[in-house]
Structure formats: C-alpha cells, structure tokens
Nanobody, 120 residues
Framework: QVQLVESGGGLVQPGGSLRLSCAAS????????MAWYRQAPGKGRELIAQ???????FYGDSVKGRFTISKDFAKYTVYLEMNSLRPEDTAVYLC??????????????WGRGTQVTVSS
C-alpha cells in the first residue's frame, strides 16, 4: 500500500526558513508528479507548489520567489525549501502524489500533513 509521509515542519520565526520532505513508499511503478498543498484553519486547501517527473514546476502566487520545490524521484521524495516565512504561511502542509501502484491505475495519494507555524 502506498503511503506518503511528510517531515520537517515546526515553529519558526518570521523571516526564517524550513525545509519539508515527503517520501512515498510502497509498490510504486511510476511517479508522475508530486506537490505541496497547505490548509490554514478556516480556509480551503491551497496548491502552493508542484513538480512533475520531467522537472516542470508550478508555484502559487503567494509563495513565488520564496519557496522552492525539488525532487528525487529515484527515492520517491519531494522537498519544499521555504524561505522568508511569514505568519500567513502558518498552516498544515500536505504532500500530494500522482502515481501508479503495481497492479493499479494512476491515482492521487495524500500524506497526513505536517504543521508549520510562523510566529515570534
């Protein structure tokens, strides 16, 4: 069974940096794309960064120039480097993967999330 597990969240001061990691495990045949979403209390889920197997990236307007997504798909892992963090970046950050499991069709998978809190 495929699982996505995030790590690296925590408490950071405004202007600080954090690096999130997400590793997918299981019987993975093909990994097409991975992404980071976030959800703040009382708000909807927001796509903040995505990267495909070919390396094409997408960033949400709220994080452009501050966050960088990268991958090591040989390890089924995606990273999110977050710089110049602001209090409004506080949220649960969720990892997403579009992949094909052995014996299955491509489908979406989600991690449980990691909390990022930006506060002085």
């Amino acid at each position: 069974q495929v699982q996505l597990v995030e790590s690296g969240g925590g408490l950071v001061q405004p202007g600080g940096s954090l690096r999130l990691s997400c590793a997918a495990s299981g019987s993975i045949l093909s990994l097409y794309a991975m992404a980071w979403y976030r959800q703040a209390p009382g708000k909807g889920r927001e796509l903040i960064a995505q990267i495909t197997s070919s390396g094409t990236t997408f960033y949400g307007d709220s994080v452009k120039g501050r966050f960088t997504i990268s991958k090591d798909f040989a390890k089924y892992t995606v990273y999110l480097e977050m710089n110049s963090l602001r209090p409004e970046d506080t949220a649960v950050y969720l990892c997403y993967g579009n992949l094909k499991e052995a014996g299955g069709r491509p489908r979406d998978y989600w991690g449980r999330g990691t909390q990022v809190t930006v506060s002085s």
